[in-house]
């Protein structure tokens, strides 16, 4: 045996690196070749995948398993991917990649490979098409699109449109979000980002008129919809440009509670919750079982015992000592004020009364100064410092701008506090809020709630909805209110709250919660659980992505899954 001979027999091959929650689809799809092979040969309907993103867990995961649960249920499944294309995603933070590193296209050597490597593992075993983005736009329209964001002024970027597609309303999204602020005014490098986002948005838009000038697809599912490259893809197969057809959209989201997602027809969820017809659930049946299991879960919200989204690590619900903390009188009657995350607050809600949340804060402030008969305990968002992307503009900050001594009946109960908002929010006369959804949960309880921006509460005939600043101050003007909601109202908001949390969050049995990011993974031994009359929760889903039935799990038959 020669010395290289040895030497390669004492060299181990380097064991195949095993990444937690990922699931193994070769392996998978093994279990019954048959039924997948038949499966992709009968398909019919043109479905498109619109992951994009493919390192982003979250997403890429459950969009994995749609592909394939659609693909046996008859769709001829599509997948796009980003193929180290674009110069700015949803998938950046400035906190992991500075500017210089987007300014200079050099995204490819620090995030793009790994990205795009992740949806291919995700995506190749299923042997369906893929669609990568670089073979969908020209290097003429590459040109183009680097021209159109380097010379647009900057002012003119965020209400910038290309064929009736919202191009840089999506842009100045992205940045916001890179940035994780509310606007970017104290970013010096904001400019360039604003650009990249930009640019990227354009090529975007061209990848996916592109791609429906090729396939006539009948549906696109893809995260979100919003930000960059998903809000534009929804902008463009809503109304492509030329004599291409429109194409369906479904959006999705993790919901809140455990095993659960959020699909809706048409457009982020962040906006057709505000639109969904009262009917939905107005005339939904109730009785004394349904509501003793939405106010369990309510209070099991106070502690996220059943969701895999939740801003309290260790709530303390101990309210009476945080209001001796900060010299809250309990004797006295409280307004409550719920604050949302600044940058996430101007992306998800069209403001109404108020053109953004920090100046109806400091609007509210500036009234309450005027009724020292009131307390008004705000309540910043824990999400600021213990959200996906912590927040690089806090709100407490912005306020000691205007003020830098508080009025005296105006407390704040910082991010950071372990205090449980739910215990504070109920010591209270009323709650005003900007576009939590913490509303859907204090009117169950009871507690009149006043809307000043947007929020899935707002016009479903349960809480106070002014619409102009003057109507704002108007039903301020009449605080305290005094009394908790009517029985009437009552059985209302605990309706809605049932149909929002227990039937709009879809449950999936088969996305089993673990620790990490993404919180779960997909529980599959073997292809035939995903055929369909074995999920109910993913028969709905998939019902609704192709034929464009209701996303509504009727969970007051199917009873409750937790």
Known sequence: MSLWTKLKSLIRKPEPTKVVNWPDWEGILTTNPTLWEEAKQKATTDVLIATSVGGLLPMSLPESLLAVALTLRGAKVHILL????????????????????????????????????????????????????????????????????????????????????QIGEHAYAGALRYFAS?????????EVIVRRYFEGAILTAQATNNLLQQHQFEVACFNHGIYLPHGIIGEVCRQPHGDIQPVRVVNWNVAYRKKCFIFSHGDTYHQTMLSEPVETWSDLPWNETMEAQIIAYLRSRWSGSRDWIWFHEKPDAEIEKIAQEIGLDLTKPIIGLLTNVMWDAQLH????????????????????????????????????????????QPLLPEINKVWSQLPPNVFIIPPESPVSTYAAMLQC??????????????????????????????????????????????????????????????????????????????????????????????????????????????????????????????????????
């Open 82 to 165: 980003c193929d180290e294309f674009l110069p700015a995603c949803l998938n950046l933070q400035k906190i992991d990649i500075p500017e210089t590193v987007i300014e200079n296209y050099q995204l490819k050597t620090v995030k793009c490979k790994d990205c795009y490597q992740a949806g291919r593992k995700f995506y190749e075993p299923l042997g369906l098409q893929i669609h990568r983005y670089s073979e969908l736009v020209s290097e003429t329209e590459k040109e183009k699109a680097k021209a159109i964001a380097q010379t647009i002024p900057l002012t003119e970027i965020p209400a910038y449109c290309l064929n009736n597609w």
């Open 349 to 392: 809600y069209r403001a109404n009364a108020f053109p953004n949340m920090l100046s109806w804060v400091l609007a509210t402030i500036k009234y309450f100064s005027q009724r020292q008969d009131l307390q008004l305990l705000i309540r910043i968002h824990p999400a600021e410092i213990r959200g996906t992307l912590p927040s690089r």
């Open 182 to 190: 509310g606007n970017l005014e104290n970013e010096p490098h904001s």
């Open 429 to 562: 006369d009323s709650v005003i809020i900007y576009g939590t959804k913490t509303g859907v949960e204090l009117t169950s309880f009871g507690i009149p709630v006043i809307v000043g921006g947007e929020a899935w509460i707002k016009g479903k005939g349960i809480t106070l909805d002014p619409p102009t600043p003057e109507a704002y101050f108007t039903t301020l003007d009449t605080l305290p209110l005094k009394q908790k909601l009517t029985s009437e109202t009552l059985m209302r908001a605990r309706k809605y709250a049932y149909h929002f949390f227990f039937r709009r969050m879809i449950p999936i049995k088969l996305m089993q919660p673990v620790p990490g990011k993404p919180p779960y993974r997909i529980n599959v031994a073997n292809l035939d659980q995903l055929l369909p009359s074995v999920d109910p929760g993913l028969d709905v889903i998939c019902e609704g992505i192709l034929t464009e039935s209701p996303f509504i799990y009727p969970a007051e038959k199917l009873g409750i899954d937790d």
